[in-house]
């Protein structure tokens, strides 16, 4: 049976030195301070965005939720990021996705300042990935490479398989895996053989939106499996990428959904938010 690595747990540690560190620095008159765009009333979106300011009150930082009509234009959007870009007390702007369809997302990715883009979503910000000299890093597969940290899973020298090529996690997870001198490779619904690739996994990344999709027989005995998915199932509980029940009686260790990689996208997010105000601090 594999250990069970507890997300929850990991990021309760990373969240306390955080706000030791943020209370050290607000000693010096720098409070972190996040600000949170919010369009429209997507309903999962609302939930995120409290629970982000939520983690935020519990760290000690700044925290403002700007809550726009879904009517907003695309240009009442601008300006407001460009308010936010001249906010003194604000270290880190994010825009909660998805916007509603008719505003460009790549423009107002574009208008965030790199060196307040806390979500590391900017072209600027994606490009210093691929050389390994970022100032941010995404904040679910950076919150990945924490747990595996803690859990002191070395990534050097080993099979990494990451299943899905999104911006936000399959690529970044990819390079980051790369950067810490893994053997990776990255698939998605056109590769073929699936099931054979991933058996050659030591250290397994879903990030499918596929409720169960990785099943036993896709497994190594041994590997790491790490669930990025949640998917709300008909019970109206949350549900991984990963056959759960099937595949911790295979893998060597497994996150589990809750309770997995979630919170540690929140708290990587908090980490980012910290660093922009330690470089204001040293302005
Ligand atoms: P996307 O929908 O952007 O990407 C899904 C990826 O899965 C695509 O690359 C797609 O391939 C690939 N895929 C789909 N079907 C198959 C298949 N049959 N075989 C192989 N690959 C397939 O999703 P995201 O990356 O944004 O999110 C993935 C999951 O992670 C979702 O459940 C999401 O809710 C969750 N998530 C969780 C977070 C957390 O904090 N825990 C944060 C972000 C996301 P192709 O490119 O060819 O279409």
Redesign the pocket.
């Known amino acids: 049976m594999a250990k069970i690595i507890d997300g929850k747990l990991i990021a309760g540690e990373v969240r306390a030195r955080i706000a030791d560190e943020a209370a050290a620095l607000a000693k010096c008159g720098v409070v972190p301070g996040l600000a949170v765009i919010i369009v429209g009333d997507d309903a999962a979106s609302q939930v995120y965005v409290r629970n982000k300011h939520k983690a935020c009150a519990e760290a000690g930082f700044y925290s403002e939720v700007i809550q726009m009509p879904r009517e907003t234009t695309e240009n009442e959007l601008l300006c407001k990021i460009e308010s936010l870009a001249e906010d003194g007390k604000i270290d880190g702007i994010l825009v909660q996705l998805p916007l509603p369809e008719h505003i460009d997302e790549k423009k107002v990715t574009a208008a965030i300042p790199p060196e307040k883009d806390v979500d590391a979503f900017h072209l600027e910000n994606t490009g210093r990935i691929m050389t390994g000299d970022y100032r941010y890093l995404p ?2 597969p950076a ?1 990945i490479m924490t747990m595996l940290r803690h859990e002191k899973i070395d990534v050097a020298g080993k099979e990494c398989v990451v ?8 690529k970044p997870m990819a390079m980051m895996l790369l950067n810490e001198n893994g053997t990776v490779t990255v ?5 073929k053989n ?1 099931a054979e690739v991933t058996r050659r996994a030591d250290i397994l990344v879903v ?4 409720a169960g ?1 990785v099943t036993a027989d896709m497994v190594k005995e041994g590997a790491v499996v790490i669930d ?4 709300r199932g008909e019970d109206g509980k949350l549900h991984g ?1 990963v056959d759960f029940e099937g595949v911790k009686d295979v893998a060597s260790a497994i996150t589990p ?1 809750p309770g ?3 919170p ?3 708290t990587t997010l908090l980490e980012n938010t910290l660093a922009a105000a330690k470089r204001r601090a040293e302005r």
């Open positions: 904040c679910t919150g299943i899905g090529r999104s911006n936000i996690v399959g698939c998605h619904s056109k590769t699936l990030a499918v939106g596929k999709f990025v998915g949640i998917n990428d959904v997995g990689v979630g540690m996208t929140i």
